[in-house]
């Protein structure tokens, strides 16, 4: 880098934290969690458990896998997501006499298939552990949902008895989850300044989750490779582990009232000397395609277009602060301040995460969910929330609704 500005710019950003695009708590936690009363080492992953009563042991086995991020799950995170930050689930679980093991991975952004793994080895520990012979509740939140599935699913194919009686899933793309496509093409364009944007969203599990997928900023929206081996590997233990019983929570409304964010609007613009230029929309519609102009620090501007793709952004469904976790990233950077009239967009559409619809077309995206048979989906039940809220949000209607179908 021959120019002081541009070597100044990929300074600041490597000093800076960097730009991640996940649900739940961004800071750490102002307060650690309790003692967990074990902690078990797996491969590719860490498991804490807290017994409902320390003096019983492991009798009631529920075991909640993380979700995408990346970098290793922590305790502290994962505690402050399902405990402190909204309604406390985990002090509802025990309360219910549950002993709750918390799932995390290694690398959150590694294969959903390596993490399954740890799940796996996960339930056969709960298993050896256990006191008596309750069956176990396995599930996870957003990609956890889907390392929990294929876990068991590839068990049962393997005759392992995993000893499940019910598996849930919280938010999980079953049929894919969306970050806007000038949001991954910008994590691209800063590449040469700073790569940790461009590796989140090129990770093997980004790759496996988002239904479109770019690699580098000039590329064309598609389903990547990684995407379609998955999906294959899902088709090849049954899709479904068969002998639990299989529920599902979303963080979107079932009516199919959308979330109010328009097509092809400025969600991020550029107003610091470096950035001047950039504007990241949502997703157009129609005869518009221009989904981004991108500007940093060089003098010319490059152009993003993606057409014939359905208005996702505004779609049901638990919503992500892409647009705003980015935004806040780079106005802590001079001379790449923007403004960001617009700071969310949805990330797992409800259809998706019930099961019921691919995200392809508007028509399906929007369909009115409340109104479809049931035999939709891959689920034996599912609830959506009553508003469309952040991706994974822990509300005491949801939690309520878990807790109740618990065997």
């Known amino acids: 880098m021959s120019d002081p500005f541009e070597q100044q710019t990929a300074n600041a950003l490597a000093a800076a934290p960097p730009v991640i695009l996940a649900a739940g708590p961004r800071e750490l936690p102002a307060e650690a969690p309790p003692k967990p009363d074990a902690e078990w080492q797996l491969p590719h992953g860490t498991a804490w458990?807290?017994?409902?009563?320390?003096?019983?042991?492991?009798?009631r086995p529920i075991i909640l896998a993380d979700g995408f991020n990346s970098g290793p799950s922590t305790l502290e995170f994962s505690w402050a997501g399902l405990e402190t930050r909204n309604h406390p689930l985990i002090s509802s679980l025990r309360n219910a006499g549950r002993d709750v093991i918390l799932l995390g991975f290694k690398e959150r952004s590694a294969s959903i298939l390596v993490n399954a793994q740890a799940a796996a080895a996960a339930i056969l520990r709960a298993i050896a552990e256990r006191l008596g012979?309750?069956?176990?509740?396995?599930?996870?939140?957003?990609?956890?949902?889907?390392?929990?599935?294929?876990?068991?699913?590839?068990?049962?194919?393997?005759?392992?008895?995993?000893?499940?009686?019910?598996?849930?899933s919280w938010d999980s793309p079953h049929r894919g989850a969306y970050i806007p496509l000038a949001l991954q093409a910008f994590a691209h364009y800063i590449r040469k300044l700073n790569p940790r944007f461009s590796d989140q969203m090129n990770s093997p599990a980004a790759r496996q989750l988002l239904r479109w997928h770019i690699e580098t900023w000039e590329d064309t929206p598609?389903?990547?490779?990684?995407?379609t081996d998955f999906l294959a590997a899902l088709e090849s233990v049954g899709q479904w582990?068969?002998?639990?019983?299989?529920?599902?929570?979303?963080?979107?409304?079932?009516?199919?009232?959308?979330?109010?964010?328009?097509?092809?609007?400025?969600a991020v613009k550029g107003k610091g000397l470096g950035i001047t230029g950039t504007d990241l929309r949502t997703q157009p519609t129609g005869t518009d395609s221009l989904a981004a102009t991108l500007?940093?620090?060089?003098?010319q501007k490059a152009e993003v277009h993606a057409p014939g793709l359905p208005?996702?952004?505004?779609?049901p469904g638990g919503t992500l602060e892409g647009f705003g976790i980015l935004?806040?990233?780079?106005?802590?950077?001079?001379?790449?301040g923007v403004d960001h009239p617009i700071r969310s967009h949805c990330f797992v559409p409800a259809v998706s995460a019930v099961d019921v619809r691919d995200i392809d077309t508007r028509?399906?995206?929007?369909?009115?969910?409340d109104d479809l048979p049931p035999e939709e989906s891959g689920f034996d039940e599912f609830v959506l929330a009553s508003g469309n809220e952040e991706h994974t949000k822990i509300t005491a209607e949801l939690g309520t609704w878990l807790i109740e179908r618990l065997p």
């Open 49 to 59: 458990v807290y017994l409902a009563n320390s003096k019983h042991g492991l009798v």
């Open 133 to 168: 012979e309750e069956p176990l509740v396995v599930g996870g939140f957003s990609m956890g949902g889907l390392v929990t599935r294929y876990a068991l699913a590839k068990m049962e194919t393997e005759d392992i008895d995993h000893q499940t009686s019910l598996y849930f």
């Open 222 to 227: 598609a389903v990547s490779q990684e995407r």
């Open 241 to 266: 582990p068969r002998r639990p019983r299989r529920i599902a929570l979303a963080n979107g409304v079932g009516t199919g009232l959308g979330n109010g964010i328009p097509a092809g609007a400025t």
């Open 295 to 299: 500007r940093v620090i060089t003098s």
């Open 311 to 315: 208005d996702v952004d505004g779609a």
């Open 327 to 336: 935004a806040d990233a780079l106005n802590k950077i001079i001379g790449l």
């Open 363 to 369: 028509a399906d995206l929007y369909v009115n969910i």
